[in-house]
């Protein structure tokens, strides 16, 4: 429902994930009045289904990894100044710096794992490869049969519901409005086409630019708003297992073959063990990547090999009862990148997704990255990489 | 070829049997060791005073009954078939054996649990449901304490009563929390049919006789609205209330028992009515009057398409498994299949009034507490579910659960979900907000039950595999 004190805005962002909220609280910390529209309730889409790592040891070297080396440092920073501004109780996101454990289980893997921390390392990541015997000391439950490791400090975690309430409440408390169950249907032009006002099914809302922030369905967005785009669904699921004593698994524990799972283009099921517990006492044990649309109905081969692979890398957890599955469709892009900034096609529409499976990861820095390309500061990263006109996302599109 | 059927009490009981009769073959899952269901629970072995179904469910050699079998997921296979995923063996162990079964006709017939709402002290021991303490009173012949108080809504709270009593409980009263006028208007809305008049005028009669022998009081409009004790159930405050549950100030009494058994309706076990994708209406399946979903191939009877007792889940399962029987070519009995269409729209007739006069009304969002739990998994309490609707501004059931937590819990909401979502919509109402945009979410469960990690990465054997079939 629209509300008449919200009817005059600077920038309208459609979409109320963890990427609307960032955009929208960078915008607002800027002295932009700003709307966050979502058609359901704000953090209920993609946001709500998936896990919360803050990652940098998953990315290859490359601007992906830029933009969550800055958006690493930025999280704990913008959840401070929140806590500043709000009290502690209304920004408290569960934020850990627990740090992240990659581990290879054959020769293979463990030199393609070493090779990629090398890497990483000359790109300014802590990236600290253990000797023999030092996985366990770290996850003592941990499978034997490792055969190399690397510790990463860096890799952190929050709660992403809680972070994007967060980060919203500090919109409306400048000034901002957040309306929930209003469907955003497209962009009204002036002359030159520039952006006027975003279309809604409970009327429309002038502005002076409008942001897509709608996750796996920006691309429907982008079509209705006369820029066809292409960011796609791709399925994840996550299984939670019942609450275990503290210190069952203490970091953020994954098979090496995770790395080969992000970047990777297989349309085929794919899955790599991600292994964490949360602040309740449930072990997290993540995650599939399949590209079947937006089919969303079980499928339990899925749930098998995520279970299967949790139980090689930790035997213990065998024994532990499943209580729930869930999941949810990462948005992503042919190339892999994020699409942040302003859509020449269209003035004042402007994107900011496609963060496949580092969304949660990527927000702060994405926020003030799209801020500060509209307000005309110097941006904090170099955004050639994540424009919306490169041929990958509009190559068989209209133009 | 074959009609697996999920739940074994009355309503599954009678789906396997019309449908074996029919002509087709039929598997009958159930979670509990031996078949009957809630209606039916009795001590292991038991067979006293058990109607002819269970004989002919025995008998029945087109039927294959796997008891301690739980389906805990289900999903769609090419070629119209469904897919169950079940554990057999006691619930709990480790290395249970795991198999699918694959359904060219399925009939859910899953029940209800019994729905309570909370009040300060409901989460002491010594508080049960008024289903456990009567599945522990017949399956166990265990009472729930030496002075026990029965209060909630709806005649569900008589049974449970005498049962009570037969297991040597003093029972201190039958607290019924709506007024005599509510239940009067509720069963005088639908002009009952005679034969209901008289089945349950002469059960309810009994009841009375049976009370009043024990020297058990029956209240009208009272309710218990705060338990007391530190370790245990010692006393309770009782209140008489208003048409709306609200108590009437200055009615409060104090009485000391040492075990409460509350109940307050039903609640559908729906998890594999959306698991298989049925369109479900007002929190239960639609079914049409072959009981029918809207999913080709399912059908549903029983509690999950509503509340009425076990005689209507009966028909409906008489109905449901002709249906199923038909749906695979066979010719079941037709005047059979009528004859249970007629009681089904007759014991349907006496659900809806029922449901009229046994509300459960808003009132009893009064009676907790700040500190009072919401969800006892995860201990959130009522403020906290206020907070996140207040002030982290939860506008959906998915996002309120992971703002304080409540229904992430080993029950997944099973119990306080719909206690949840009636108060964050109350919280929202009082801000002038719209409801929570997507109550489905809190009973969407694609795990009907849980499962040992090590058994769901152990690939499955094929029931079919096995029986050779
Ligand atoms: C299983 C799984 C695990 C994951 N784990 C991690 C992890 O550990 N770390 C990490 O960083 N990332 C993770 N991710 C990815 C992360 O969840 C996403 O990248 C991120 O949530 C995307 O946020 P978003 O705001 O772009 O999208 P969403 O949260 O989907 O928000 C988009 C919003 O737009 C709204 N919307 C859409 N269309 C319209 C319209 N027309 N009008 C109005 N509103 C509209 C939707 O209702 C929705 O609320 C995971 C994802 C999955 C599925
Ligand atoms: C705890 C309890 C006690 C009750 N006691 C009485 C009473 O004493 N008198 C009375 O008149 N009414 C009683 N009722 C009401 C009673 O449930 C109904 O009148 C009647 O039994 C409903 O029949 P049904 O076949 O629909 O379901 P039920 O009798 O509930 O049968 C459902 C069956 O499905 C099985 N099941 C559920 N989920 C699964 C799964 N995932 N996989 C495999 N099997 C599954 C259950 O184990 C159960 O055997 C009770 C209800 C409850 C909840």
Known sequence: M??????????????????????????????????????????SGTTACGEGNVLVSDKAVGPELTLAQASRRLWPELLDRLREEAGPSLADAEWDEKGGLVVATSGAAARALTGF?????????????????????????????????????????????????????????????VVSGTPALGVESGRGGRVTAVTTRDGALPCGAVVNACGPWAGHFAAAAGAPLTVLPRRGMVLVTGPLPEATVRHKVYDADYVGAVAGDDADLMTSTVVESTRSGTVLIGSSRQRIGFEDSLQVHVLRTLAAKAVALFPALGRVPVMRAYG????????????????????????????????IGLAPATGRLLAELMVGLPPHVDPWSFRADRPALTKGQAQ | MKVVVVGAGPAGMHAAVAAARGGARVVLVDSAPQAGGQYYRRPPGGT???????????????????????????????????????????????????????????????????????????????????????????????AVGRRVLVCGTGPF???????????????????????????LRGWLRRPAHP???????????????????????????????????????????????????????????RFAVDAVCVGHGFTPQLEPVIAAGCRTRGGFAEVDDRQATSVPGVFAAGELTGIGGADLSAAEGTVAGCAAARHLGHAPDPAREAAARRRVRHWRDFAAALAAAHPVRPGWQTWAADDTLVCRCEEVTVRELRDAVEHHRARGARSLKLLCRVGLGPCQGRICGRNATELADAFLRERGAPPLLDPDAAAKRPLAAPVRLADLATPPTAYEAQEGT
């Open chain 1, 328 to 359: 949810g469709f990462r948005p992503y892009t042919p190339d892999h990148l994020p699409v942040i900034g302003e859509d020449p096609r269209c003035p004042g529409l402007w994107h900011a997704t496609g963060h496949e499976g580092a969304g």
């Open chain 1, 117 to 177: 921390a090398a890497g990483q390392r000359a790109a300014g990541i802590d990236a600290r490869e253990l000797p023999e015997g030092g996985a366990a000391e770290l996850e003592p439950l941990l499978t034997p049969k490792v055969t190399a490791a690397v510790h990463y400090p860096e890799d952190a975690q929050l709660q992403p519901v809680l972070a994007t309430a967060a980060l919203l409440a500090a919109v409306t408390r400048r000034g901002g409005c």
């Open chain 1, 2 to 43: 629209l509300s008449p004190g919200s009817t005059h805005a600077d920038v309208v962002v459609v979409g109320a994930g963890v990427i609307g909220a960032a955009c929208a609280e960078a915008l607002s910390g800027r002295g932009l009045r700003v709307t966050v529209v979502d058609r359901g309730a704000p953090a």
């Open chain 2, 157 to 183: 709270l008589l049974p449970v009563a005498r049962s009570l009593l037969a297991v040597g409980a003093e029972v201190a009263g039958v607290l019924e929390a709506n007024a005599p006028a509510t239940c």
């Open chain 2, 48 to 142: 006293a005073a058990l109607p002819h179904v269970f004989e002919e469910l025995r008998r029945q050699p087109r039927i294959e009954h796997l008891p301690d079998a739980t389906v805990w997921a289900m999903e769609a296979v090419p070629g119209g078939l469904h897919r169950l995923h079940v554990q057999q063996g006691p619930a709990d162990a480790p290395g249970r054996r795991s198999m699918t079964i694959e359904a060219a006709a399925l009939v859910l017939a899953t029940g209800a649990y019994d729905r309570v709402v909370p009040f300060p002290g409901w989460d002491l021991p010594g508080v049960y449901t008024a289903g456990a303490a009567q599945a522990l009173a017949k399956s166990q012949r265990v």
């Open chain 2, 195 to 253: 034969w209901h008049h008289r089945a349950k005028a002469a059960e309810l009669a009994g009841y009375a006789a049976l009370l009043a022998r024990h020297r058990v009081p029956y209240r009208p409009r009272t309710a218990v609205i705060a338990a007391h004790g530190t370790d245990h159930v010692e006393a309770v405050t009782t209140a008489r209330l208003d048409p709306d549950w609200n108590p009437v100030p200055g009615s409060e009494r």
